[in-house]
């Protein structure tokens, strides 16, 4: 018996080794797969990037390409079905977002182990996920 029946679980893949053993964990919480939702964030192209002064590069397509390669990802792993959103702007508030949209039970993600000065400096994305999700998170240590 599942201790999260029927919720859905939000699993952010950043193509990380880490966050791929993240949703392992998610699947094994679940009864039924369908319960899980995969997001994956990109980031904001800045105006002088030379792809968009150019216009050789848009969101339309980026989004496209990372659908694409999250799905064969997926495959490979043994994921394949699974829903696949794509997102673009900043990290934690796109996932906690997303969470907030699904009316979601539960965040499984990953966390890096960066040293305390680093995150200091850097912020988290786990750490701003925690503070601002409506539901629980779990943050995965390696």
Do not use: Y
């Not at 994921?79 to 039970?105: K, N, Q, T, Y």
């Not at 890096?112 to 240590?141: D, F, I, N, T």
């Amino acid at each position: 018996m599942n201790w999260l029946p029927r919720r859905t679980v939000v699993v952010p893949i950043d193509f990380s080794d880490d966050s791929f053993a993240a949703l392992d964990t998610a699947v094994e919480m679940v009864d039924n797969p369908a319960d899980l939702k995969v997001v994956h964030v990109l980031p904001e192209l800045e105006p002088t990037e030379p792809g968009v002064i150019w216009h050789t590069i848009d969101d339309v397509g980026r989004e496209d390409h990372a659908q694409k390669a999250l799905e064969a990802e997926l495959l490979k792993r043994g994921h394949e079905g699974l829903s696949v959103a794509i997102r673009i702007g900043d990290p934690g508030h796109e996932i906690v977002a997303f969470a907030e949209e699904l009316d979601a039970g539960l965040v499984v993600l990953p966390s890096r182990g960066k040293k305390a000065l680093k995150r200091l400096l850097l912020g988290s994305v786990a750490e701003r996920v925690v503070r601002l999700a409506h539901c629980p998170v779990l943050v995965l240590k390696r």
